[in-house]
């Protein structure tokens, strides 16, 4: 195998979902997906399935800073994606490793706060924390509608309200903000690119479904594959969108909650 033929490396940064749905599992899957070889850093243990999150055990900071080091020391990336952090002493950690090791190398960062099932997954200290101490590393941010208001304390969710949010968040440092509009109650899902050569709307039917577990986590990892793999960000943004799409349409409907997406379809 030649260099240029190698698959792209995605170090994911997130928690581990004892379900399978989100968290590392759903992005080991996506990354699989697309051809690009996943590494990962745990941040916490969940006990999780489609119907909740049950219970959460935070790693170490020491022990999550040991494993990005160790990924990033030997086989390097080309994309990085970070998830739940759940604390703000896990948000510094992960930042001040990330600083001073990765300036070239693309960070997608969502922003996860509250789970499908409504559990807290991000304090609030660690809110403040990530606005201050991540965002300025991040190529990208993709926050929903409830997050993009916690984050840059903007109400409503009309364009305008989203431009003037991702304005906002450019301004704490995001190279670029992609606000996901699934939380709306629109007949269409319109998520909005915010970046340095303007915006673009990236618009897809609403598919009646209750598999929806995972849906975040698995579009800021087919996003980083693209980064990764050199795609420009609005390609990237949109090849992830259409996965996203494609899974969700093939969930294979497990479980009695929100159920998870069917990763194994083609980009």
């Not at 080991?28 to 697309?34: M, P, Q, V, Y």
């Not at 304090?123 to 993009?148: F, G, Q």
């Not at 899974?247 to 159920?259: K, T």
Request: hydrophobic letters at 45%; one cysteine or more; aromatic letters at 4%.
């Amino acid at each position: 195998m030649t260099v240029a033929s190698k698959a792209a490396r995605i170090l994911i940064i997130a928690g581990s979902d004892s379900s399978g749905g989100a968290g590392i599992q759903a992005g080991i899957k996506t990354a699989s997906a697309f051809g690009a070889y996943a590494m990962t850093a745990i941040t916490a243990v969940t006990v999780q399935n489609t119907k909740g999150v049950h219970a959460i055990h935070a790693v170490p900071p020491s022990i999550i800073r040991e494993q990005i080091l160790t990924a990033l020391s030997d086989i390097g990336a080309d994309a990085i994606v970070i998830g739940m952090l759940f604390s703000a002493p896990i948000v510094r950690m992960v930042a001040e490793t990330l600083a001073s090791l990765v300036r070239a190398v693309p960070i997608v960062v969502d922003p996860v706060m509250v789970s499908t099932s409504g559990t807290m997954l991000l304090d609030s200290h660690a809110v403040e924390t990530l606005k201050k101490r991540l965002l300025p590393l991040a190529a990208l941010v993709t926050p929903n509608i409830p997050e993009m208001h916690r984050l840059a304390q903007v109400k409503g969710s009309r364009r305008e309200d989203i431009r003037f949010a991702a304005g906002k968040l450019r301004a704490m440092g995001a190279g670029a903000v992609l606000v996901k509009g699934g939380h709306l109650t629109k007949s269409t899902i319109d998520d909005v690119l915010i970046w340095e050569k303007g915006e673009e709307i990236f618009a897809f039917p609403r598919i009646k479904t209750r598999h929806t577990h995972g849906t975040g986590c698995t579009l800021a990892t087919a996003i980083a594959c693209g980064l990764g793999q050199g795609l420009s960000l609005p390609l990237a943004v949109g090849r992830a969108r259409e996965y996203v799409q494609r899974a969700i349409a093939a969930a294979p409907g497990f479980g009695h909650g929100r159920g998870p997406l069917g990763h194994a379809v083609k980009p």
